[in-house]
């Protein structure tokens, strides 16, 4: 890929700066251009005229009509009878011109009152990734294994029936934004794909593909709930605020998995950087010598927030306090006591991913500490690798998301299926403020809007992308409105795809089940 899985996944995690206001008439509009036969999916009939995009040339860069077909699950103890849904709905401007095809997959169990049947809206992140994550590894009907233990980039793409699959107890409706899966754009130009790569942007063309898709299936009585992973945690909150406000759709809880909510905690100067990952490399470091759970980790969250960031906070100036954060830092994570004298005890992720196995010539995951490869360059003074918690799991994701697509559900667009765009990634626009990116602000609007809407947040114990404990810190923010009742962080075995390993997959599955309820 163009660029490392961790940098297409979350946005690298750098310094982003928050997205400009859409110019007005820049959203997703209602009214769609008129069709001659048949309207586009998911819209109604009728609107303005179309003179700066003919039908012509949008129709050629049209996904094929949706596909439906009927599916049965054969699982331990239980048989699910489903109805499977491959397509698109087409988003417009308000001039009525198309902008956008959005590719979604939805499954509805069959024979289920559909005004009680909670729907659940599921996405990723990135920007630049599809919804295959969790699809294919968490959610979904059918299941890749993706231990990155044991996965490489030769593995057969062999799915099997998803046992730990939610459909028991919600339908399900997969969104890959533009320029992900086979989502893509209609519209030509800059204009268009600078409105639609930009958080706001992105955050309206979602919320708009919710609501349509509810209104195509008359589903908008339903209870629904939204999912997002990684950069999700930037676009759930805001996803739900815009459904709340803008879109006139109610949400009874939002899941977040593995989420980044604020950029300004992980890069440039800010301390609380440190903080925050602290607890997960001393976790890498002790799983090393038996199972680790966070219970097991109460003694070293109680040091990052207490007498390390004291200490942290006093500085180099204080030579004293330096050595001795330094000392319990090399202590915690196992790693030379010189080199963390050297980095004053202030590992950022890529020195930790390099140095804690060095001597073996090894770094470890980003997406999941606790695995690791061979440095391709270990003798060289610049770090030049890759993810080995990540990066092996491109290939049979890929061509798992075709076969489903394609042979199972019987929709087959031309071109080919993005799992990771690094385009996207590159022309992503955060904006030109002074603020990065953040959502705890819509998260405490969404939760003083509504008593009754709730928050599960959900992490790896082992994952450097987005460290459980840097959300830990931000969740302990929120008012006294935000109560346990409401508000629950769960942290599991595992990277940032924790579900990949079977007992955290379904002691999350158990959550988000009690969620629902």
Known sequence: MAATFAA????????????????????????????????????????????????????????????????????????????ATAGSIRLFNDKGEPQADIAYTAYQL????????????????????????????????????????????????????NAETWLDFTDLVFIDPVGTGYSRFVATGEDVRKRFFSIDGDVNSIALTIRRWLEKFDRLLSPKFVAGESYGGIRGPKIVRELQTEQGVGVKGLILISPVLDFREYSGSSLLQYVASLPTMAAVAREKKGSVTRADMADVEHYARGDFLGDLVKGPADTEATTRLADRVAALTGIDQAVSRR???????????????????????????????????????FHHFGDPSGDPLTAPLTS??????????????????????????????????????????????????????????????????????????????????????RVKLVVYPGGHMFYSRDASRLAFRGEVQALMK
């Open 8 to 83: 297409l996944r979350c946005a690298g995690l750098a310094l982003a700066l928050l997205a400009l206001s859409l110019a007005a008439g820049a959203r997703a509009d209602d009214a769609p251009p008129p069709q001659p036969a048949a309207t586009p999916s998911g819209q109604k009939a009728g609107g303005r005229g179309d003179t700066a995009n003919p039908p012509a040339a949008a129709e050629q860069h049209r996904l094929p009509p949706d596909s439906t077909t009927r599916q049965t699950l054969a699982l331990p103890g239980r048989t699910l009878d489903f109805t």
């Open 110 to 161: 069959d024979g289920a009152d559909q005004r009680n049947r909670p729907v659940t809206f599921v996405f990723n992140g990135g920007p630049g990734a599809s919804s295959a994550w969790l699809q294919f590894g968490n959610v979904g009907p059918w299941r890749l294994p993706i231990n990155a233990e044991a996965v490489t980039s030769s593995a057969a793409p062999d799915l099997m029936p």
């Open 343 to 381: 980095l004053d005890g202030r590992f950022e992720v890529s020195e930790f991913r390099r140095e804690f196995d060095r001597r073996n010539g090894k770094v470890t995951g980003r997406y999941d500490a606790s695995v690791s490869g061979f440095d391709p360059y270990p003798d060289s003074s």
């Open 400 to 485: 798992a998301a075709v076969d489903v697509t394609t042979r199972k559900l019987n929709w087959r667009p031309d071109g080919s299926y993005q799992l990771l765009d690094g385009a996207v990634s590159k022309a992503w626009d955060f904006g030109r403020g002074l603020n990065p990116a953040e959502s705890i602000s819509q998260l405490r609007q969404i939760l003083a809007l509504d008593p009754k809407l709730k928050l599960l947040v959900a992490h790896g114990l082992f994952d450097l992308a987005t460290p459980y404990f840097g959300s830990k810190i931000l969740l302990d923010q929120l008012p006294a409105y935000a109560s346990p009742e």
